[in-house]
């Protein structure tokens, strides 16, 4: 089994790393379905947060729907989602659940794929992150 998150700092501020995400999930074939703003909704709710933090979410559908095809409890993991947080330094750090962690939960037989998926979706978030 492999670690459960990848995660990265980003080179960029907080609100670039965002934009950036979705253009590079964009130019890989990836669809950025959108952004929940956590710190946001954690201070209408009266928590204290440090820091931004936010949720970005982006899916392709032709990977989507092979993995659900292949089980359907796949959906429980879908879209994919990073994590967007400042830490009390100002660095950003960006993470993601491991695709072949998620994968490894279903059995030995998805591998080969949420590997493949993986390699992309680190690939996105490298690209934005640099």
């Not at 670690?3 to 700092?9: G, I």
């Not at 956590?38 to 947060?49: P, S």
Request: charged share 20%; with cysteine.
């Amino acid at each position: 089994m492999s670690d459960m998150a990848y995660t990265v700092h980003s080179a960029k501020n907080f609100a670039d790393t965002l934009k950036a995400l979705e253009e590079a999930a964009t130019a890989a074939g990836w669809t950025a379905l959108g952004v929940h703003d956590m710190k946001a909704r954690f201070d209408k709710k009266g928590i204290a947060w440090e820091g931004q933090i936010s949720i970005f979410e982006m899916c392709n559908a032709n990977f989507a729907s092979q993995m659900a095809l292949a089980d359907p409890r796949f959906v429980l993991h879908m879209p994919c989602r990073a994590v967007v947080r400042e830490l009390e330094d100002g660095v950003v750090e960006v993470s993601i659940l491991q695709t072949t962690y998620v994968a490894s939960l279903f059995g030995d037989e998805y591998e080969e794929m949420a590997a493949h998926v993986g390699a992309i979706v680190q690939g996105i978030i490298d690209s934005a992150t640099a």
